[in-house]
């Protein structure tokens, strides 16, 4: 069940923060930096996404119970909103929104590398959805934390070897691989749309 549950955690936080993909964006926000500055923003980013998905992670549920919002709509919903990011994955316009968002800055170790590039809404959502499966489970949830430490330093060594990713993939290859990750990332969308809607009681 663990094994289970880590492989499925694991392939969507990699497809939805999409280490690969980010990593051309790093190389061209940090260009003008140092080898040991780009080091220096890569670890703080990775750190305020880490902690930014771990609060939405653990409190994300508490939050929207206290808002009124229920797992089972919030499933469907956050399916739904991970199925359009697939789209947008699917068609290439992902990757446009996501130059659009970078900003050259001294420091984009916050903004725009942490948020909302790793730690993004789609990221959130994931975290919420997550865990609030394994709700009561200690150990399913300790799962989905490991987990999501393992794709923040895959993040990492992406951004040290992003330079050496882009020569090696070209865009073209980089656009292949997350048009890849969309099919996947729509199929398990449309699993917490169907969680949900089974959570309801209108599913068989």
């Given at each position: 069940m663990e094994i289970e549950l880590a492989v499925t955690a694991f392939v969507a936080l990699f497809v939805i923060i999409d280490p690969i993909g980010l990593s051309p964006l790093f190389v061209a926000?940090?260009?003008d930096n140092t080898k040991a500055e780009r080091r220096a923003i890569a670890i703080r980013a990775c750190?305020?996404?880490l902690g930014i998905l771990a609060i939405f992670g653990l409190?994300?549920?508490k939050v929207l119970s206290t808002i009124g919002?229920?797992?089972p709509a919030f499933r469907i919903s956050g399916g739904l909103l991970l199925f359009l990011t697939a789209l947008e994955m699917l068609f290439g316009k992902r990757a446009q929104r996501r130059e659009n968002q970078v900003e050259?800055?001294?420091d984009p170790s916050v903004f725009p590398i942490a948020m909302p590039l790793i730690a993004g809404p789609g990221a959130m959502t994931t975290m919420?959805?997550?865990t609030g499966q394994q709700s009561g489970n200690i150990t399913g949830q300790v799962v989905v934390f490991g987990v999501m430490v393992s794709v923040l330093l895959l993040v990492f060594i992406m951004f040290m070897a992003g330079n050496l990713i882009?020569?090696?993939l070209g865009k073209t290859g980089i656009n292949l691989i997350t048009r890849l990750f969309g099919m996947f990332l729509a199929a398990l969308s449309v699993q917490f749309v169907i969680d949900g809607i089974r959570d309801i009681?209108?599913?068989g």
């Amino acid at each position: 069940m663990e094994i289970e549950l880590a492989v499925t955690a694991f392939v969507a936080l990699f497809v939805i923060i999409d280490p690969i993909g980010l990593s051309p964006l790093f190389v061209a926000l940090t260009q003008d930096n140092t080898k040991a500055e780009r080091r220096a923003i890569a670890i703080r980013a990775c750190l305020v996404g880490l902690g930014i998905l771990a609060i939405f992670g653990l409190v994300g549920e508490k939050v929207l119970s206290t808002i009124g919002i229920g797992m089972p709509a919030f499933r469907i919903s956050g399916g739904l909103l991970l199925f359009l990011t697939a789209l947008e994955m699917l068609f290439g316009k992902r990757a446009q929104r996501r130059e659009n968002q970078v900003e050259q800055a001294p420091d984009p170790s916050v903004f725009p590398i942490a948020m909302p590039l790793i730690a993004g809404p789609g990221a959130m959502t994931t975290m919420i959805l997550l865990t609030g499966q394994q709700s009561g489970n200690i150990t399913g949830q300790v799962v989905v934390f490991g987990v999501m430490v393992s794709v923040l330093l895959l993040v990492f060594i992406m951004f040290m070897a992003g330079n050496l990713i882009e020569k090696l993939l070209g865009k073209t290859g980089i656009n292949l691989i997350t048009r890849l990750f969309g099919m996947f990332l729509a199929a398990l969308s449309v699993q917490f749309v169907i969680d949900g809607i089974r959570d309801i009681g209108l599913g068989g």
